[in-house]
Structures are given as C-alpha cells and as structure tokens.
C-alpha cells in the first residue's frame, strides 16, 4: 500500500511567486492534516481536513495561504504570495477515523520551501 | 493550552548503550494521547511508540519504550542498545482531542537531535 505522498520534494521559489503543494494520502483516510516546520523550530500544525471539509484550520498563518482538497482525495497547499518567512518543511499527514487516541498519523516525506 | 516540552536540543550515546530522551507536556485534559516520531536525515517522519493517558502499562515497541508518569507529566523515550541507525531527530507529540474525528492535530515538542557514536 503506497503511504502519503507530497511533490515536489524540494521547491525554490523567489519572493512575490507562488507556490502550490500537493499531497496524496493514503487511500481511504478521511482525515488528512497539514504542518510546517520553520528552521530550528518546532512543527506547527495548520489545518486539518476530515474529507473535503475544513475541520480544523486555526494553524494557517495567514491569507497567502490556501489549502483545498477536493473531492476528499489529496490536498493542495497554495501559498501566494511566498514571503521569505515561509521557507521551512512541510509536512502533510493522513489518518483513518477514529473513535479513540491511538490512531497513528502517516507522514509523507515534506515539502522543503526556500524563499529568496 | 496544551504544550510539549523537550529540553534535550542534543544527545549523545554510545553504540549499544541506551539512552533516554525526555518530553514533559502540559495539558488540562483527562483524556490525551502521546506519540514519538523519529526523523532521519532523510526528512521522513517515522511513527516509534504511543501511549494512551488512560493506560496503566508503559508502552514498548521493540527496542523503544515509553516511560509514563502521569503525575509529573513525562513520558520519556527509551532506546535501548542504541544502533547507527538510530541517529536522527526525535519528536514528542500529543494528540489534540480523541474523539471521533474532533480534533486528531498534533502538537510537537521541539525535538532532540540523537547521534549514536560507533
């Protein structure tokens, strides 16, 4: 079974582009979030989907950013336009339902952003 | 609100030897869960152990263990006879929310960087 996929691996962009991120999760998990890790820091979660609806997005940091996904499959991250803050990894995660605490978060591999 | 701490910003072990990473959290909630992911250099993140706030048992999985104490909010990480292949970030989590698709977010400590040395 393929796990999360992200595209690209690596994105370099100048500042003032735009940028989208794409993830794909694995089949059937309804629940799908996104995080970002700035350099030395934490990871920060930004949103989270249940299928194609908005559960949680109280992490996005801005409106340069916007996170759709369609029809309940993957998920696409747009950032537009890029400032030189948003350089960092993101990372898009998938899960299935669940009724309680353990039910592990797949991770794809990031997104590595660098603005210029 | 709820938070992860780690205040380990770097370890080192000897080959074969174990160690312990340390995560304190904070939250109000009875009901909470806590995970650690491991992150090589590769930048994926790698699910290791998780422990449920309501079991009585430390969680293993093989060579990690789960130390819980739930009165001083802790729940250490232990490796033990740590590999090469072990270096990498460590990152301590919990879970926002268990019930049914009402939160599910995690929230991550800062993490520790682990270098085993041969």
Redesign the interface.
Known sequence: EAGVTQFPSHSVIEKGQTVTLRCDPISGH??L?W?RRVMG?????LL?F?KESK??ES?MPNNRFLAERTGGTYSTLKVQPAELEDSG?Y?C?S?Q??????????????T?LTVV | AQKITQTQPGMFVQEKEAVTLDCTYDTSDQSYGLFWYKQPSSGEMIFLIYQGSYDEQNATEGRYSLNFQKARKSANLVISASQLGDSAMYFCAMRDGVGYNQGGKLIFGQGTELSVKP
């Not at chain 1, 339902?97 to 990031?110: I, V």
Request: glycine residues 16%; charged residues 20%; proline residues 0%.
């Open positions: 309804d629940n979030y995080y820091k934490e990871i920060k979660f989270h249940v559960q949680d992490g990894v990372f995660a899960s339902a669940f009724l309680g605490g353990n039910t592990e978060a797949f991770f794809g591999q990031g590595r």
